[in-house]
């Protein structure tokens, strides 16, 4: 991986597609996730992400899809509270059409009325699924209990009917313009070229994109720190969701890789997790249990979640939190840390399967802005923590003091 | 111009004296290597009051063999930062794991080893119970879910197909170990299998590996056709669910080819014209967020703002199966108004066929999906599996050239000949308990 300069302050970062793979991917990430969504708009980041993907430059929605189709190349995007972004995958002996394609979508978008309309109608549904789909119900109850009015992870950015529906094409350019921009951005290209060749073929990233400012900064208001339970008694379901989360640290924390360990011991590693093996395993009461880790640039949070009988949600609520708690008061046995750890050390290796897997690892180095050799350093920086770092870092970004509870389901 | 192959490695394809058909396809730049079995049976292969074994025994090749203690398994892939999984479909049922490629030789040593010798303590089976319920209980939270059930219930009396991979609850309730067993001894073994190692190897090393470890298994495995032959139906059949969700759902379901008939290209190629994608060729399984502009059914439903979204599925079986018709209605719009645009699409299709620059466009997709189909060791031996554990060798070649030459006129004859409505299943969901989103 090397990164690159273009003039406007978009970083460039590329890497070579892994050996014997026949793709290409290219994302941009730009400052434009739901956190930036404003009072009375909610939804508009979700809908500008949705809507650059639809219609761009000299393509409408049919003739992008064509395009597409022509090219072999799929055009996504994904959204989170801090960031956007928009990937082209495709045949890699094409990547610099590839590299055409989504300067369109991400500096030209049309915003047409009938596809805004038609996003519109989607919004709305995706809406009711949250409000009515206990995983996703219990994803946003939780966030709403953990951060309070304002802060920029409170929302899951759908909006309501109200918010999305006073949201026009002006608002849309607006929000784009101060959204996908050079500065704050990251342009990341797995393509078998080398990298001055990017440097000129992303030379064209210009114009208003280029000119604007990236958006003040998010501020996360402080959160409160006391544990909190909810339920959301969902009738005519099977299953109710029970998610345990809170608060977590930055990415940039020097305490994030033992952190990240972790939270593989306590759920993200699947099958060898303390969740998986508890819950599922030895309990049988659950076909998913897990937890993930989400660190971003000012902040993060944690969630261990599983799915489960409403006779048991009670139970399994305890066991969640009780296995949260063990992180921060008791020392990781060194054999169980050796086996997690070599187990997120050897993946490294599957990453480079494919372009797409390798290139997730790319896009997440460039955002964060980390080193060039920062993936190569990984297995030593992992292999040289020990338990009472990880018990600390568990404390700080796994607290279960500060975790709130949310059972959405039947409730027994 | 363009090949007449679909683009994939070199394969190595030979039958073990026991019946185990295995395919190596080395790639010597691959970091990584995948190993999968694949067996020829599913939930098609039983019958009522064991619906859903097959699925369960799947869980249960994870629980143990006198050799690999329960959790060892795991432990042995994941320890050296391996995945692993299996899936139950229909028609078959497939264990993968992919590790970084020094560490392959575990991994032939567990699938020969589980291929016989699963223990199914009746403990464990018991313990595994409620983790097979609650699989099933966390997607019965899902209208779609529901919906495709029914609709499965409501085309097939017959066949087994007519129930779902994850089998009835009551019977789940109610069966036990004896009865994996059974399933067990009577369908696993080397003539049902077909092994496949893919990714960075020696092919030479791992064909002197996969003799020493399977050539002494047992020649085995009952012959897993069906029999049953679901007969015509005596008109349509319909059904109405109501429950929580988001906003009514419609599914209609025509009875299919299976994949090895005739008319099977030109059910692929209607797939993509009205859906706009064909799971076999999709350009890498990442599509636009399931939207496809260009489509029949998205124009005529999503455009207009009938619906939210609207597609359609051909799933390519061993045996007859479904095309099947989804659309979700936007908010405040009746299913019959989806109904009747839906029923205007197919009927389109079947009286006029599509237009050259459609048949064009849907090629164009076929290829593109094919072009990169292979990249990586695991999707390698995903779909070298899929379609040697489904039919004969040289089928995916077949199947791609006849998708390239399919005509107009083929696709509007079988869409006329698909497109029955005495033979079709409807399934509407109705949403209770309305929620406003303000």
């Known amino acids: 991986m090397e990164y690159g300069n273009h003039d406007a302050g978009l970083r460039l970062l590329r890497q070579s597609p892994p050996a014997g793979a026949a793709s290409a991917s290219i994302t941009y990430v730009g400052p434009a996730g739901y956190g930036f969504d404003p009072a009375g708009g909610e939804g508009i980041a979700r809908m500008v992400a949705r809507l650059v993907t639809c219609a761009a430059g000299p393509f409408g929605r049919v003739a992008l899809a064509r395009e597409l189709d022509r090219a072999g190349a799929t055009l996504t995007s994904q959204i989170a509270p801090e960031s956007a972004e928009i990937t082209i995958w495709g045949p890699a002996a094409g990547w610099e059409s590839l590299l055409e394609l989504l300067s369109h979508a991400v500096l030209r978008p049309r915003f047409d009325s009938e596809d805004i309309e038609r996003v519109q109608r989607q919004l709305r549904e995706s809406q009711l699924r949250e409000l009515t789909q206990p995983a996703h119900r219990a994803e946003r109850e939780l966030f709403r209990t953990i951060f309070p009015l304002g802060h920029p992870y409170r929302e899951t950015g759908w909006g309501s009917a109200r918010s999305v529906g006073r949201i026009d094409r002006s608002r849309l350019a607006r929000f784009h313009s101060e959204h996908y921009t050079a500065e704050g951005g990251v342009l990341v290209a797995t393509i078998p070229a080398p990298l001055k060749r990017l440097e000129r073929a992303s030379a064209r990233w210009r114009g208003p994109f280029a000119r604007a400012r990236a958006p003040s900064s998010l501020r996360p208001r402080p959160v409160p720190g006391h544990r909190l339970v909810r339920e959301v008694e969902m009738a005519g379901r099977s299953q109710t969701e029970v998610h345990v989360g809170g608060p977590s640290i930055a990415r940039n924390r020097e305490e994030f890789p033992a952190a990240f360990l972790a939270n593989e011991v306590l759920g993200g590693r699947p099958l060898l997790s303390r969740l998986f093996q508890n819950i599922r395993e030895r309990a049988g009461l659950a076909y998913h249990a897990s937890s993930d880790l989400e660190a971003m640039r000012l902040g993060g949070y944690w969630i261990a979640q599983a799915g489960t009988n409403p006779g048991s949600a009670r139970r399994v609520a305890a066991l969640l939190i009780g296995e949260v708690d063990r992180m921060g008061n008791e020392l990781v046995r060194a054999r169980e840390l050796d086996q997690i750890r070599e187990s997120a050390i050897g993946e490294m290796a599957l990453s480079l399967e494919t372009t797409p897997t390798a290139h997730e690892l790319a896009v997440d180095l460039a955002y964060h802005d980390l080193p060039a050799d920062y993936w190569l350093g990984w297995p030593s920086t992992l292999r040289a923590l020990r338990p009472r770092s990880i018990r600390e870092a568990a404390a700080l970004a796994l607290d279960g003091r500060r975790a709130a509870t949310v059972l959405a389901g039947p409730l027994a | ?438």
């Open chain 2, 1 to 438: 111009m363009h090949t007449s192959r679909v683009p994939r490695p070199r394969v190595r394809r030979f039958r073990l004296r026991n019946g185990l058909e295995v395919l190596l396809a080395p790639n010597p730049a691959s970091p990584t290597a995948s190993v999968w079995v694949w067996y020829r049976v599913g939930s098609k292969n039983e019958h009522p009051g064991i619906t859903g074994g097959a699925h369960w025994l799947e869980h249960m090749l994870f629980q143990g063999t006198p050799k690999y203690a329960k959790g060892e398994i795991d432990r042995a892939i994941l320890s050296v930062g391996g995945l692993l999984n299996a899936f139950t479909d229909l028609d078959y049922t497939a264990y993968f794991a992919t590790v970084p490629r020094e560490h392959l030789d575990v991994l032939i040593d567990i699938e020969a080893d589980r291929m016989t010798r699963a223990l199914l303590m009746p403990k464990e089976v018991d313990r595994e119970r409620t983790v097979v319920l609650s699989e099933r209980e966390g997607n019965e939270n899902w209208p779609e879910f529901r919906v495709e059930e029914e609709l499965y219930e409501l085309a097939f009396r017959r066949h087994p197909y007519r129930w779902d991979a994850l089998g009835y609850r009551t019977d789940i309730e109610h069966m036990g170990a004896e009865d994996l067993r059974g399933y067990y001894r009577r369908f696993y073994g080397t003539r049902n299998a077909v092994l496949v190692v893919s990714g960075g190897f020696d092919p030479r090393a791992v064909e002197r590996d996969v003799h020493r470890q399977f050539s002494p298994l047992p020649a085995g495995g009952a012959d897993p056709t069906v029999r049953e032959v679901e007969p015509p139906a005596r008109g349509e059949r319909r059904s109405t669910l109501s429950g929580p969700g988001t906003t009514p759902l419609i599914a209609i379901a025509y009875r299919s080819p299976s994949i090895d008939e005739r008319s099977a290209p030109a059910t692929m190629l209607i797939d993509v014209l009205l859906g706009g994608e064909t799971r076999i060729f999709s350009a890498g399984g990442r599509s636009r967020s399931g939207e496809h502009p260009g489509a029949r059914l998205y124009r005529a439903l999503v455009d207009p703002g009938l619906a939210v979204r609207a597609t359609s599925e051909w799933r390519a079986r061993v045996h007859p199966g479904l095309f099947t018709v989804y659309a979700q209605a936007s908010a405040g719009v009746a299913l019959d108004r989806v109904e009747t645009a839906i029923d205007g699409v197919l009927d389109r299709l079947a009286r006029k066929g599509p237009t050259d620059a459609e048949l064009s466009e849907a090629r164009t997709k076929v290829r593109r999906g094919a072009a990169l189909a292979y990249e990586g060791a695991t999707r390698a031996g995903y779909r070298l599996g899929y379609f040697a554990s489904i039919m004969p060798p040289g089928f995916e070649d077949r199947l791609y050239r006849e998708l390239l030459a399919t005509r107009s006129s083929e696709i509007r004859d079988t869409a006329r000949a698909l497109f029955s409505k005495d033979q079709r299943a409807v399934v509407r969901y109705e949403v209770v308990g309305g929620l406003s989103v303000d």
